[in-house]
């Protein structure tokens, strides 16, 4: 869209001074004449826009002419504030509330206590409600633990020094040697993302599971990072499929974990549910944390192994 074009035109030459047509023409895809169209546009929108020819010349604003660089709007800045408290939720150093205080219309008014903030949960602006509507908590159970901890990571992604730590996982413990480069929220949990140099690939690492870890002194060469976000599939591929029927009493948690299109509803009023796991462990983790709510139908050679455990539970309470 042509109003979108001008913002970016706006948005390079207030970043970047001086650019020549060719130049924006190249990043906003469009031909040179396009360009200059624009230019006269933003002119007779009353910005003075100033073109040199020659070596280093370009198109720029003139010198003298104020004018807000910012171009946010309030919505702009309430995503913004928004976005900024959620960090606070976790940080733990009150920087990111500082910065919010340097936005534009971010004056800090007091915590509405109806809402149950404290005064350092994070300034509120005189906006009001279109900056408090939207509240972001990132912070998790393990808070005194997760805050240092994030700090710690972040500064080494952003020195590029490796950190040692031993990882607690299904296999068992392990000694790990990282190469930090994002910290990562996901699942409801905060992860680190790294090349592993024992693994010798990328790896997610769960920092609530990460035992006492060490920023090394040395640093690491920078490498091209994949995206952190790998598809569900690859995480938790749909090894085998299960059917397993669930009392009418689960029906909220299974709504809110996979949806209400998940399972289908019986003529007695149970609940069929059919879904693929990634391995026999994470069903049967899955299943029993449903307690006598859940049973599984199928697979039925696995229907078999749950019901032995289940004894083998069994067996060591009846003592």
Same mark, same amino acid.
């Given at each position: 869209?042509?109003?979108?074009?001008?913002?970016?035109?706006?948005?390079?030459?207030?970043?970047?001074?001086?650019?020549?047509?060719?130049?924006?023409?190249?990043?906003?895809?469009?031909?040179?004449?396009?360009?200059?169209?624009?230019?006269?546009?933003?002119?007779?929108?009353?910005?003075?826009?100033?073109?040199?020819?020659?070596?280093?010349?370009?198109?720029?604003? &003139?010198?003298?002419?104020? &004018?807000?660089?910012?171009? &946010?709007?309030?919505?702009?800045?309430?995503?913004?504030?928004?976005?900024?408290?959620?960090?606070?939720?976790?940080?733990?150093?009150?920087?990111?509330?500082?910065? &919010?205080?340097?936005?534009?219309?971010?004056?800090?008014?007091?915590?509405?206590?109806?809402?149950?903030?404290?005064?350092?949960?994070?300034?509120?602006?005189?906006?009001?409600?279109?900056?408090?509507?939207?509240?972001?908590?990132?912070?998790?159970?393990?808070?005194?633990?997760?805050?240092?901890?994030?700090?710690?990571?972040?500064?080494?992604?952003?020195?590029?020094?490796?950190?040692?730590?031993?990882?607690?996982?299904?296999?068992?413990?392990?000694?790990?040697?990282?190469?930090?480069?994002?910290?990562?929220?996901?699942?409801?949990?905060?992860?680190?993302?790294?090349?592993?140099?024992?693994?010798?690939?990328?790896?997610?690492?769960?920092?609530?599971?990460?035992?006492?870890?060490?920023?090394?002194?040395?640093?690491?060469?920078?490498?091209?990072?994949?995206?952190?976000?790998?598809?569900?599939?690859?995480?938790?591929?749909?090894?085998?499929?299960?059917?397993?029927?669930?009392?009418?009493?689960?029906?909220?948690?299974?709504?809110?974990?996979?949806?209400?299109?998940?399972?289908?509803?019986?003529?007695?009023?149970?609940?069929?549910?059919?879904?693929?796991?990634?391995?026999?462990?994470?069903?049967?983790?899955?299943?029993?944390?449903?307690?006598?709510?859940?049973?599984?139908?199928?697979?039925?050679?696995?229907?078999?192994?749950?019901?032995?455990?289940?004894?083998?539970?069994?067996?060591?309470?009846?003592?």
């Amino acid at each position: 869209m042509a109003i979108d074009r001008l913002i970016g035109i706006l948005a390079i030459l207030l970043r970047e001074e001086k650019v020549t047509a060719a130049q924006l023409a190249a990043r906003l895809e469009v031909n040179q004449r396009t360009i200059y169209r624009d230019m006269e546009r933003l002119c007779q929108a009353g910005i003075p826009l100033r073109s040199d020819r020659g070596r280093g010349g370009g198109i720029s604003i &003139m010198e003298g002419y104020a &004018m807000d660089r910012t171009l &946010m709007t309030e919505a702009d800045r309430s995503a913004i504030l928004a976005g900024l408290r959620s960090l606070d939720s976790v940080s733990g150093t009150g920087y990111y509330r500082r910065l &919010m205080e340097k936005l534009p219309g971010a004056a800090v008014r007091r915590p509405d206590r109806s809402l149950g903030l404290r005064p350092n949960d994070g300034p509120q602006t005189e906006a009001g409600a279109a900056d408090d509507c939207v509240v972001i908590d990132l912070a998790s159970w393990y808070g005194p633990l997760l805050a240092p901890r994030l700090e710690l990571l972040k500064d080494a992604c952003l020195r590029r020094n490796p950190v040692r730590f031993t990882y607690c996982s299904p296999s068992g413990e392990g000694l790990r040697v990282v190469e930090p480069a994002r910290l990562v929220f996901r699942w409801s949990s905060w992860y680190l993302y790294g090349w592993c140099r024992e693994r010798q690939d990328w790896r997610l690492f769960k920092l609530t599971r990460m035992l006492e870890p060490q920023v090394l002194e040395e640093t690491f060469s920078a490498r091209s990072v994949p995206s952190p976000i790998t598809p569900p599939q690859r995480v938790y591929p749909e090894a085998l499929q299960a059917s397993i029927r669930f009392d009418s009493v689960a029906r909220w948690r299974l709504i809110d974990e996979y949806g209400p299109e998940s399972f289908t509803q019986s003529p007695d009023g149970s609940l069929l549910f059919r879904r693929g796991f990634p391995d026999k462990e994470e069903l049967f983790r899955w299943v029993l944390s449903f307690q006598d709510l859940a049973e599984l139908l199928e697979p039925e050679d696995l229907r078999r192994d749950l019901a032995e455990r289940l004894q083998k539970i069994f067996r060591k309470y009846d003592r």
